[in-house]
T-cell receptor, first 112, second 115 residues
Framework: GENVEQHPSTLSVQEGDSAVIKCTYS??????FPWYKQELGKGPQLIID?????GEKKDQRIAVTLNKTAKHFSLHITETQPEDSAVYFC???????????FGPGTRLSVLP | NAGVTQTPKFQVLKTGQSMTLQCAQD?????MSWYRQDPGMGLRLIHY???????DQGEVPNGYNVSRSTTEDFPLRLLSAAPSQTSVYFC??????????????FGPGTRLTVT
């Protein structure tokens, strides 16, 4: 079955710097890759997603890139702010989001 | 819209007890699912439903039952609680966007401790 790895497990950056989180997946049939942000005591919230027929997608300070050949996708956050501090999860799906396999998560800390 | 609601927020059970975690959504989403979240392991799918009357197993279904009698509700039943079921449980609902992918919305979670 699908396996999703995520690195790093923790990441600390200075406010204003960029943060990059990388995920790799094992099933070449995966076609949908969302990213979720989870704040303390809350459920995960979808922040950006990408389909397999797209290489890059941007939404203001957040971008996701996908390399299907290498089977990895990355989350890029620019101009980080303290409110970006949270746990971020990547996920992969082989049926456009009906079922997901999640990565183990990255705890991002943005230091003021 | 309240979105996805879960009750209770916290629960402590003794080994062998049974209970039902409630989940409801008011967005008319056809797809609902249950996950458990354990430290360092992300979220793992327990059961899911593609519509009222239809359920299927996910990655870790043992020890849990579900049913879906209405579009709105998707309860998760623990048949005989075990310490290994200590976890945070999330319910999610999703719908198919115009692009064909399913956007998923999560509830606030239920923190369950089994002693």
């Amino acid at each position: 079955g699908e396996n999703v790895e995520q690195h790093p497990s923790t990441l600390s950056v200075q406010e204003g710097d960029s943060a990059v989180i990388k995920c790799t997946y094992s099933d070449s049939a995966s076609n949908y890759f969302p990213w979720y942000k989870q704040e303390l005591g809350k459920g995960p919230q979808l922040i950006i997603d990408i389909r397999s027929n797209v290489g890059e997608k941007k939404d203001q300070r957040i971008a996701v890139t996908l390399n299907k050949t290498a089977k990895h996708f990355s989350l890029h956050i620019t101009e980080t702010q303290p409110e970006d501090s949270a746990v971020y999860f990547c996920a992969a799906s082989t049926n456009y989001g009906q079922n997901f396999v999640f990565g183990p998560g990255t705890r991002l800390s943005v230091l003021p | 819209n309240a979105g996805v609601t879960q009750t209770p927020k916290f629960q402590v059970l003794k080994t062998g007890q049974s209970m039902t975690l409630q989940c409801a959504q008011d967005m008319n989403h056809e797809y609902m699912s249950w996950y458990r979240q354990d430290p360092g392991m992300g979220l793992r799918l327990i059961h899911y439903s593609v519509g009222a009357g239809i359920t299927d197993q996910g990655e870790v279904p043992n020890g849990y039952n579900v049913s879906r009698s209405t579009t709105e509700d998707f309860p998760l039943r623990l048949l005989s609680a075990a310490p290994s079921q200590t976890s945070v449980y999330f319910c999610a609902s999703s719908y198919s966007t115009w692009q064909g992918a399913y956007e998923q919305y999560f509830g606030p979670g239920t923190r369950l401790t089994v002693t």
